[in-house]
């Protein structure tokens, strides 16, 4: 009986659990995007920060991330890129300033409706002897914007020895 009980129970929780990652965007929302993407493939609709959220794929690229407004007004898109696709300029400055064998685990670009786009640079260098994630936000002339480090295996208590 308790291992019924057990199962019930599991099964239960794990529905629950997978109905939460399930959001049905609204049919101007649905329409905006598949107006804005209409090879877009493998379509899944989340809610994030009260916004509607796409993730699908285009045939060709790689993995992509639509913003809309409730109304299904678009406000940005995110695009998983190869480096070699970032423009020169960024290309450029990523290289003067880390050089051409750092290790690049990630690349994006932003596209932002009225705004400038924006590229995303993940790669890995070691400071202070620990191996380090720096994520390396740039415009498109080069320009970096904004820098986040995030040290893995790092306790801060080992700043006090």
């Not at 407004?69 to 990523?94: C, H, N, Q």
Request: hydrophobic share 35%.
């Amino acid at each position: 009986m308790r291992l019924f009980a057990y199962i019930i129970t599991t099964l239960a929780v794990t529905l629950s659990i997978t109905a939460c990652d399930h959001y049905d965007a609204p049919t101007s929302t649905r329409s905006a995007f598949q107006e804005q993407y209409p090879s877009a493939v493998d379509v899944e609709w989340e809610k994030k920060r009260g916004y509607a959220v796409a993730e699908f794929h285009i045939p060709g690229q790689g993995e992509c991330e639509a913003w809309y407004t409730k109304d299904g007004k678009w406000v940005m898109t995110r695009f998983d890129i190869k480096y070699s696709e970032l423009p020169a300029a960024v290309r450029t400055a990523f290289e003067t300033e880390y050089g051409t064998t750092t290790p690049v685990d990630d690349v994006e670009r932003l596209e932002r409706n009225g705004n400038d786009t924006i590229y995303f640079i993940e790669a890995e260098i070691v400071i202070n002897g620990y191996l380090t994630d720096i994520d390396l936000d740039y415009a498109e002339d080069g320009t970096l914007l904004r820098t986040t480090v995030d040290i893995e295996d790092y306790d801060n208590i080992y700043y006090y020895i």
